[in-house]
């Protein structure tokens, strides 16, 4: 029987369906989550949630948040959310490349600006990293049996 | 009668009075859209967030789990956080919701206080002599979670630190673009609470055993549960302005239908009065050509 999985982000709904196996970034190691899993909230990371399905896989990038894990649904409550497949690797460049200029520039004015530019930073690479190593079709070429 | 001159004025008057309302129609309509859209997107998350709180407050032994969870043994002092708008003319909206949460909180025994979102909220309250202790006024539209969090965090305040014994939350729920109904929600302490809404609900069984907390029990609930507390309020101020573009804009567009009723009306009665004069004008004539007539065939 497989369990349920919805992963939320603050404003949308970023996957709903089944899975085998979810894999999440706990915020005190990685974690795979099979169906009748007892109760556990844990908070995330930032990093790769994998939901697998069959012979397939989807990736999410997350940038912290909560799981509330149930035997036989996994609710995430993502702070950033998004599909490998939608990012935007172009966007996600200049951002970093905003953030290591912003950076570059000297030390920020005060703590805020400084944490606000070290988030910017590490929320596009992880999303260059994540396309880089996860996408079907992109910079490197897709794994073995599998099409867009 | 009135004039006709005067008729004339009123006319022109009223008809510039159709064009401001069907101004004003237009904008809440493209107003209504956004805030539609705002509300629908943060929907999910509120939701699942709710159904999370829910789920800790379900647990067994629960009370002791966090401060926020725990009932008071007596209910002293309630405090209702009522959500308004700051503009007026949107039919009925503020009037219904203030009436709906003055209603409901009357002849309670417990001492009542308000925190009003809104000003004309703010205003109605006073005037009925409620006991109102904050008052948040001129929000931006569609505001981020940042921009309202202090409303939550201050009735979470006052909860932990005993002002208040129990938390309410009041405000007008979207339905859709004619139907916009006033709500009231238990925020504090937490309870496992109705099914809520229409953000479509996986059925599941819910194991009511106590949760693994990573990484501890306290860190995780201190972190979210103030979090998703003031999260609802958020979520409800997003119904709240989504319901009140799409009252003003119906209050708009029926104040555009009158004036032009109206204006026709008007018309009629000055179409008429202006005929009786030109008839009035012409027998005149008629008679001073008879008089003279006559006048000139007598000599």
């Given at each position: 029987m497989p369990i349920r999985c919805e992963i939320v982000s603050q404003d949308k709904m970023v996957f709903e369906g089944d899975a085998d196996i979810v894999i999440l970034p706990g915020s005190e190691g990685e974690m795979g989550i099979l169906p009748n899993h007892g109760p556990l909230l844990t908070s995330l990371k930032y990093g790769i949630i994998t939901v697998r399905m069959g012979g397939r896989e989807e990736h999410f990038t997350v940038a912290g948040g909560i799981a509330e894990v149930q035997p036989d649904i996994i609710t995430i409550l993502a702070d950033a959310a998004e599909n490998v497949e939608e990012i935007d690797v172009a966007r996600a460049e200049a951002a970093r490349k905003r953030a290591e200029e912003a950076l570059a520039k000297g030390p920020p004015p005060d703590t805020?600006?400084?944490?606000?530019?070290?988030?910017?930073?590490?929320?596009?690479n992880l999303r260059l990293e994540a396309a880089k190593r996860y996408r079907r079709s992109g910079p490197k070429p897709g794994r073995v049996g599998e099409e867009r | 009668?009135?004039?006709?001159?005067?008729?004339?004025?009123r006319i022109r008057s009223v008809k510039n009075i159709s064009q401001v309302t069907r101004a004003l129609e237009a904008v809440s309509a493209s107003k209504v859209r956004k805030a539609v859209a705002a509300v629908q997107a943060t929907r999910p998350y509120a939701t699942?967030?709710?159904?999370?709180?829910?789920?800790?407050?379900?647990?067994?032994?629960?009370?002791?789990?966090?401060?926020?969870?725990?009932?008071?043994?007596?209910?002293?002092?309630?405090?209702?956080?009522?959500?308004?708008?700051d503009r007026g003319l949107a039919g009925a909206y503020n009037t219904n919701i203030i009436r709906y949460a003055t209603q409901r909180f009357e002849g309670l025994t417990a001492n009542v206080s308000y925190i009003a979102v809104g000003r004309k909220g703010r205003d109605m309250l006073l005037r009925r002599r409620k006991q109102v202790?904050?008052?948040?006024?001129?929000?931006?539209?569609?505001?981020?979670?940042?921009?309202?969090?202090?409303?939550g965090r201050l009735a979470v305040d006052d909860f932990l630190n005993g002002v208040a014994d129990e938390v309410w939350l009041v405000?007008?729920?979207?339905?859709?673009?004619?139907?916009?109904?006033?709500?009231v929600r238990k925020l504090l302490p937490l309870e496992i609470g109705e099914a809520q809404d229409r953000v479509q609900v996986f059925e599941h069984q819910h194991l009511k055993a106590a949760y693994i907390y990573e990484p501890g029990e306290r860190e995780i609930l201190d972190n979210?549960?103030?979090r998703f507390t003031a999260?609802?309020?958020?979520?409800?101020?997003?119904?709240?302005?989504?319901?009140?573009?799409?009252?003003?804009?119906?209050?708009?567009?029926?104040?555009?239908?009158?004036?032009?009723?109206?204006?026709?009306q008007l018309q009629l009665d000055y179409n008429k009065a202006r005929q009786q004069t030109i008839t009035n004008d012409l027998l005149d004539?008629?008679?001073?050509?008879?008089?003279?007539?006559?006048a000139n065939a007598q000599q």
């Open positions: 805020d600006a400084y944490l606000a530019i070290e988030a910017a930073l590490r929320r596009s | 009668m009135p004039s006709a001159r005067e008729m004339r004025m699942k967030a709710w159904q999370v709180l829910t789920h800790i407050a379900g647990q067994p032994g629960q009370a002791t789990l966090h401060p926020l969870l725990s009932r008071r043994p007596e209910v002293r002092n309630v405090l209702v956080v009522v959500i308004s708008s202790i904050a008052e948040f006024s001129n929000l931006p539209p569609a505001p981020s979670f940042a921009d309202v969090s202090a409303i405000y007008t729920d979207f339905i859709n673009m004619v139907r916009q109904e006033p709500v979210i549960i103030p999260l609802q309020v958020y979520q409800a101020i997003l119904e709240a302005q989504a319901s009140e573009h799409a009252a003003r804009m119906v209050a708009m567009r029926n104040a555009t239908d009158n004036a032009l009723e109206l204006v026709g004539i008629a008679g001073g050509a008879e008089a003279l007539a006559r």
